[in-house]
């Protein structure tokens, strides 16, 4: 049976519909029939080639939910009907040291769901059945797809940064990742302010947990913020003023780069050794870490804020969040395709 997706037959050109034959399913591989897919913006990196790794026909998606419908002999971690999610990454060598620590998502040999493989903006996507994960009961399958990148990706800094209940945290962009931040730096306790360039959205991020909301296309926007933060999250796939955020810290702060700048980052060394501050980044979550990702996200009624559209309007779709107008991800409903 041929898969029925979407894609990109060169770089920045509109997606059309595209077939292609799966093959043999491999011993370790699980099949999975997808019901929904998110937009992360990554894909619109991909679509663009804005970094250089894509490859054509590029078929995008990597905020996969769906059901398992096929496995290998080797498959032993999820059954068939089971429902499950994947994210960016669709394999790891599992042999190296942290892919035995799990912490697959530093593997140097890692494998992509949409980087030389077929994604899921279509009606079935395969990936290595380690990185299938099911999804607790309580998550409804359009508002957690966006958790299988777009959440894991601001989850995770929390934890391997150790940040505390106690600590002020400013989230930069609040876009698809940034809307999931404030709400899990809300429920870890921390004093958020949402940081964007948007003044129509200061009410939901309020809503979303953010105890202050600062609009940072204001002249006096970054002189308010001061010496304010412990940990800065900036979700943002555009360049800033790096050496004001760098202001922005307290002593100890760290900014911490989810979101993908356009250039490169420059700023002075002095804030840095005067203040014991750090640049750090952050690369989505390994399996283990989406699996407590998503159990975070039922006990504390975590979900994306989503509009919906059909996997046919998918150019639509995505020209709606290249206009930044996604209130707050855009999730393609895919079942019936075919
Ligand atoms: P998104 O939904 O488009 O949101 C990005 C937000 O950034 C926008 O809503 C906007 O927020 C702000 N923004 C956009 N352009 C800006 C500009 N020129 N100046 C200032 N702010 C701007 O994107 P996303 O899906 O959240 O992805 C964000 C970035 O994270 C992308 O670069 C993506 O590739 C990257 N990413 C990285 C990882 C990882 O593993 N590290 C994983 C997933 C995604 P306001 O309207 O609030 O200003
Ligand atoms: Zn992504």
């Not at 250089?52 to 905020?63: A, D, F, R, T």
């Not at 302010?193 to 009410?203: G, I, M, P, R, V």
């Amino acid at each position: 049976m041929p898969v029925h997706a979407y894609a990109a037959q060169s770089a920045k050109s509109p997606l059309t519909p595209f077939e292609y034959e799966p093959g043999e399913i491999g011993r370790e591989e699980v099949e999975v029939r997808v019901s929904h897919c998110g937009i992360c913006h990554s894909d619109i990196h991909l679509i663009d080639n804005d970094w250089g790794i894509s490859s054509y026909p590029m078929v995008p998606g990597h905020e996969v939910v769906g059901t398992v419908v096929r496995k290998g002999p080797g498959v032993a971690n999820v059954n068939e009907g089971d429902r499950v999610g994947v994210g960016w990454q669709s394999g790891s060598c599992g042999v190296c040291e942290f892919c035995v620590h799990a912490e697959e998502n530093l593997c140097a040999s890692q494998s992509a769901t949409c980087v030389g493989h077929y994604g899921g903006y279509a009606d079935c996507v395969r990936v290595d059945s380690r990185f299938a994960i099911r999804i607790p009961e309580g998550l409804a399958s359009e508002n957690a797809a966006p958790l299988l990148c777009g959440g894991i990706t601001v989850y995770t800094p929390l934890r391997v940064y150790d940040v505390r209940p106690n600590m002020s945290v400013g989230v930069i962009g609040v876009g698809g990742l940034g809307h999931l931040a404030v709400q899990y730096a809300s429920a870890w306790g921390c004093e958020v302010t949402a940081l964007s360039t948007s003044d129509n959205k200061q009410e939901e991020a309020l809503a979303l947990g953010a105890n202050h909301f600062v609009n940072t296309s204001k002249p006096d926007a970054m002189a308010l913020v001061a010496g304010r933060f412990d940990f800065i999250l900036s979700t943002v796939p555009a360049d800033l003023d790096w050496s004001a955020y760098l202001n922005s810290l307290r002593p100890k702060g760290k900014l911490c780069l989810v979101g993908v700048p356009q250039s490169e980052i420059h700023f002075p060394g002095f804030p840095l050794i005067a203040g014991q501050k750090s640049v750090c980044g952050s690369p989505i979550g390994s399996p283990a870490m989406i699996s407590e990702m998503l159990s975070f996200s039922a006990r504390h009624t975590i979900e994306a804020r989503t509009e919906r559209f059909p996997l046919e309007k998918v150019n639509d779709a995505l020209a709606h969040v290249r206009a930044n107008r996604a209130r707050y991800r855009v999730v393609l409903d895919v079942a019936g395709v075919a």
